[in-house]
């Protein structure tokens, strides 16, 4: 019987439960729980949660350190979640954005008796949906049972472990030539992983992180525009994408002075800040539309501090991509 749902197709699902604040049942031998990603749950989810038993906190060991918490179980710690705090705790905890506004969250309670096994494929599977590396779980008595009534996703270890730790293979689902003097053997690729997760857009000379191709050697502006455009009209928020170069810093900078009020960008200088090599790793189609300038020309602020007044598109792009050309 091919109709239900296979193992990979199970963590597609589970995965998507998680981006939504919806949980999904792990189980390993006797034991099992309910696992929720930190970063999109709500406050009605962490009572009902709490209503079945005593949550705990699942961290990275890399953000244990940061938190000065006791990582008994070596690659991440397992902390019991005090009554009195709710989802706004948890969210400081998971996001190292909040250190600064929220710089004291102890002391913790770390718990060192029982197995990780549970937590460790939790902070797998959210990292794997792309959400912050941390997970909120209940232990349950009867995980199959809990699944059943509920309606959520079960997945056993015993057959998810494998599939979580092993890279998807990709295939190509287009490609296409750039239509770029500067780079006219360069091409753009999308493959999709089998697993059903996020696609990866390799953008060639097209599309660097914060920036655009460069044309001052021979592009057409006019063209690119185009291809960006029809870009943002088509990728998923969730898209990866990978640049065919990295220029971060420079491109960052120049979009602090376009968009000086924008405060993912400030965000992002800070994080590569006091690096070697300043870099981020891929990341998704949502995070560059927060920074890149060339994908923000319908922005009012970034208009104003350009100090147009055309409300056509093509013509502020073709302003920024000759002030970065002689920038």
């Not at 009605?44 to 938190?67: H, I, K, N, V, Y």
């Not at 400030?266 to 560059?288: C, F, H, M, N, Y």
């Not at 104003?304 to 073709?318: H, P, R, V």
Request: net charge neutral; with cysteine; proline share 8%.
């Amino acid at each position: 019987m091919t109709l239900a749902p296979t193992i990979i197709e199970r963590l597609a699902r589970a995965r998507g439960d998680l981006r939504m604040g919806v949980p999904v049942v792990l189980t390993a031998g006797a034991e099992a729980a309910l696992a929720v990603a930190v970063e999109p749950l709500g406050a009605a989810r962490l009572a009902d949660l709490r209503a079945l038993g005593a949550p705990e906190l699942a961290l990275t060991l890399r953000r244990a350190e940061t938190l000065k918490a006791r990582a008994y179980d070596g690659d991440l710690a397992r902390l019991a979640v005090p009554a009195d705090l709710g989802v706004e705790w948890l969210a400081a905890m998971a996001d190292p954005a909040d250190d600064l506004r929220v710089p004291m969250k102890g002391p913790f309670l770390c718990l060192r008796d029982g197995s990780a096994r549970l937590h460790r494929a939790a902070l797998h599977l959210a990292k794997s949906a792309h959400l912050l590396p941390a997970a909120l779980l209940v232990r349950v008595a009867d995980g199959p049972a809990l699944a059943a009534s509920l309606g959520l996703t079960l997945l056993p270890l015993e057959q998810a472990e494998p599939e979580l730790l092993r890279a998807s293979p990709l295939s190509e689902v287009v490609s296409a030539r750039l239509p770029m003097v500067a780079s006219d053997a360069g091409r753009v690729h999308i493959f999709r992983p089998e697993d059903g997760s996020e696609e990866h857009f390799f953008a060639g000379d097209t599309l660097f992180q914060a920036g655009v191709g460069n044309c001052k050697n021979g592009g057409e502006p006019g063209v690119l525009f185009t291809t960006i455009q029809s870009l943002k009209q088509r990728l998923s928020p969730r898209t990866i994408l990978h640049p065919g170069h990295d220029y971060l810093q420079r491109n960052l900078e120049f979009a602090h002075q376009v968009d000086p009020h924008n405060e993912a960008v400030v965000t992002q200088l800070a994080e590569i800040a006091g690096q070697d090599t300043p870099r981020l790793p891929p990341r998704p189609w949502s995070k560059e539309l927060q920074v890149n300038p060339f994908l923000r020309t319908d922005s009012p602020d970034l208009r104003k501090s350009l100090a147009t007044n055309t409300g056509d598109d093509e013509i502020i792009f073709k302003t920024l991509r000759k002030l970065r050309d002689n920038w």
